[in-house]
């Protein structure tokens, strides 16, 4: 089947991902959220510093998130699946406020699939998401090394910190085999193959959120 997004599925994509890039920028720039209650401007808060966070978070936070699920979409269309992104926007209204009170809970939409599947196939389709981001830790962690060795600080620094450690802690948090995530599709489809992603994704999710 060939790949295609009706004008829906484009809109869902488009808003799931500013509103994380949004949720993320709130979370991050608290004395944005004092200017938000007051009403107006804060002593030290810089427009171009937000605009700054937010570019971040739609890079990174948005992007992976993006690809995780266009992910799930291309291999199930191999599948011969109908398939297409929902966003789930009560989620994303959450999201958003949940960031302006200190705490994010991102469960912005996902591919849904229609079509007969064996147990396999729903396995990779799951798997395809961490995957993903897994390759797109690799991609940041080339810059990463970059900064952190030449000690650069600044824009590139954030991007590729953040970049690092959101891919991580979503193929780390997907992993696990628990109600709608994908980690419980895959070990249902086979425990070995579970395991060898799961594992040194945790590992990793945990160094990235106690150490990045």
Do not use: C
Not at 177 to 206: H, M
Request: glycine share 10%.
């Amino acid at each position: 089947m060939e790949l295609q997004f009706s004008q829906r599925e484009l809109r869902d994509l488009a808003v799931a991902w500013l509103a994380l890039g949004v949720a993320f920028t709130l979370l991050l720039e608290r004395e944005l959220i004092a200017a938000l209650d007051s009403g107006g401007a804060i002593a030290g808060l810089s427009a171009v510093v937000v605009a700054e966070t937010l570019l971040i978070s739609l890079l990174t936070v948005g992007v992976g998130f993006l690809l995780h699920e266009l992910a799930h979409k291309v291999v199930a269309v191999r599948f011969g699946q109908v398939a297409a992104f929902r966003a789930d926007y009560r989620m994303l209204g959450v999201a958003i406020v949940g960031a302006m009170v200190g705490f994010l809970f991102a469960a912005p939409g996902a591919v849904v699939h229609r079509g007969r599947l064996t147990a396999k196939q729903n396995g990779l389709i799951a798997l395809a998401g961490p995957v993903t981001n897994l390759l797109l830790s690799v991609v940041f962690l080339v810059p990463f090394f970059v900064v952190l060795t030449t000690g650069t600080s600044g824009f590139l620094a954030d991007l590729t910190t953040r970049g690092l450690q959101i891919n991580l802690l979503l193929a780390g948090f997907n992993m696990l085999p628990f109600g709608p995530l994908d980690g419980r599709k895959i070990r249902a489809w086979s425990t070995l193959v579970w395991a060898v992603v799961a594992i040194p994704s945790l590992v990793l999710a945990v160094g990235a959120l106690f150490v990045l």
